[in-house]
């Protein structure tokens, strides 16, 4: 197809071109990718949106409360045919009929369904535009979908709406004209600040808790059905990529978290594989006034954007080329947060003070104890398919709970099994972290697991089963109460990708595997007491920048680590303590493992004359080490099974 009759997509216009930002635009947008269909996009302002429909002669495809035609975009026009398409969904029809072997297929015959029975908590909601249906439609099950779908996120447009990024000479318009089709008094009923905020996103996190449950039905994704896309998918990823580009960075970063992280999954596969901005060369028309300058604050963010979407997949330093806007600095950790996990932070002698230690076990045999506790989570995590972050999670809860209680004996107590320990904070994790799994699945798992049988027959009329589903309800009370029901425990593993992706390291594959790696393994050991979850994820970062070879670049002066508020001390620390876990440990290959070489000083140290880079920091690492692939992630010091006989299921 060549540019003269390529397809064309009207998007609306914004300080971010070419990055699209409306939701429906944005379906069309990534429809047409998935189809591998060349286009180019014409911008159009939102106050010309009618003009240009009735331009070329497409009608609305929606009416307002009044009864007045709703215009808006997308529409596509397709020069070979003259025929222009003014809805999102109907441009996924029109593209599958008339390119039916070219990319993918968005309605594919041997599709699931699943994720199609979604409906929303929205659906009886009004809107001053009425949705559209598209009722006795081709694909009518999708056409439903997008429905609920559009219902949900338009009921909380409070939660983002003030952040459209609208064109700056039309701003006010633009606002006074959706404000009098939404009846409001002014554009400050949609503007929300600080503390206020909070309980909107927690409406709107609940909101999108059905529809997040319908991702985790095939393993988690990142699409509906598992490994494969269909336009079911394709409608989630407009409205996740709006919030990608309006929210705020930080509104951000959470929203991505939101049940075990399904929209952040979704949004990095659809932006990787199929979101682009055109695929032929177009000029770009002129905005609705002659010359536009964008507030700095957009211009900083599309500078964001640009970075994010054109960095390179292998890096050797990860310094900013001349002129280049610098990215956006990382925050230091909220005051409430700090205050929370402090309080579960202790020292090495503090360790050795823990309850059973003080009731006369010895402090190896209370360590193994705790790392046959921490495996038996993972391994029933692994056959649940639960999520590293929730295995994270129980681990620290199994951890601190041991800092409160004993698992010795002593006359008039019986503690708990360090299993039946495991298995109940591997259950509250589940619940905290909203990546639940079924009673009856979690309890099945705990015995095959503490049975060494991973095929053993399991079920509600076997004594095994009703002793293990007791012990775990009623344990949870016993958990919580150790915990002072403090169930805020924040991840390393969203945090350290925070630093990935500040870096503009996360496709380095190495130092991506090695960082996942050091996190994976550091959760059989103690660590989650001895340091804050930020120092840990710091430390991953170290180890895995050693290992990949890449530079941490500093900013003015200022090192890498306090550029991400961790001392360099306690990096070193954790560095350590990995390698004091492993250095008698060789790999399945009999090589040195991963943390040999990251041994360094931690105390007598001049932090003043300390070098600034990873590349200043280097020891003396075998090349062979240097060179040697990260762990698995899985933890070699993990044990394959657990101890036969030790607990009668």
Known sequence: MTDSNSLVLYDISSPLRPRSYAPN?????????????????????????????????????????????FYTLPMLQDPASGKVVGDSFDIANYLENNFPDSGGSLFPEDSTGTGLDYESPNKDAMFYAPLTTNEGSKNEAYAKFNTHVDATFSANLQAFGQFLPFNPETAEAVKALMCKRAHLNSWDDLTVQGEARKPLLAAFEVALKSLAERFMINGGGPYLEGEKANYADIIVGGWVNMMAVVMPAEEWREFRTWYGGVFGRLHDALQEKYFLTTTTPAKQPPYHSIALHPPIAYRLRKARIDIQYSRRREMVSTALPPGQPRRELPRPPPPAVVESEQQWVFTEEELLQAPSITDGMPAEEERTLR????????????????????????????????????????PGYKPLHHYQIAATALFLATKVEENCRKMKELVVACVRVALKDPNKLVDEQTKDFWKWRDTILYSEDVLLEALCFDLNVESPYKTMYDMLKYYNVEHNKKL??????????????????????????????????????????????????????????????????????????????????????????????????????????????????????????????????????????
């Not at 440990?585 to 001049?606: C, F, H, T, V």
């Open 25 to 69: 635009p944005s379906k069309a947008r990534i429809t047409l990718s998935f189809k591998k269909v060349a286009f180019r996009t014409e911008w159009v302002d939102i106050l010309d949106i009618t003009e240009t429909r009735k331009g070329l002669c497409c009608p609305a495809t929606r009416k307002l409360d009044d009864g007045s035609d």
């Open 371 to 410: 790392r046959k506790g921490v495996n038996f989570i993972l391994q029933v995590g692994m056959m649940l398919k639960l999520p590293q972050t929730t295995l994270s999670t129980a681990a620290v809860f199994f951890n601190r709970y041991l800092m409160r209680h004993s698992l010795k004996p002593r």
């Open 512 to 649: 991506r595997n090695s960082a996942w790696a050091f996190l994976s393994d550091s959760a059989s050991t103690q660590m989650c007491l001895l340091f804050t979850s930020r120092t840990i994820a710091a430390a991953s970062m170290y180890a895995g920048a050693r290992t990949a070879e890449v530079e941490l670049d500093e900013l003015d002066g200022t090192p890498w680590w306090e550029i991400q508020h961790v001392k360099l001390r306690d990096i070193r620390r954790a560095c350590n303590l990995m390698a004091d876990l492993y250095e008698k440990s060789p790999d399945k290959d009999g090589e040195p493992n991963m943390y040999a070489g990251l041994r360094s000083p931690e105390d007598g140290i001049d932090f003043g004359d300390t070098p600034r880079s990873i590349e200043g920091l280097q020891s003396t690492v075998p090349e062979q080490v240097q060179n040697q692939l990260p762990a698995n992630g899985t933890g070699v010091a993990t044990e394959r099974g657990s101890e036969e006989g030790e607990l009668d299921g």
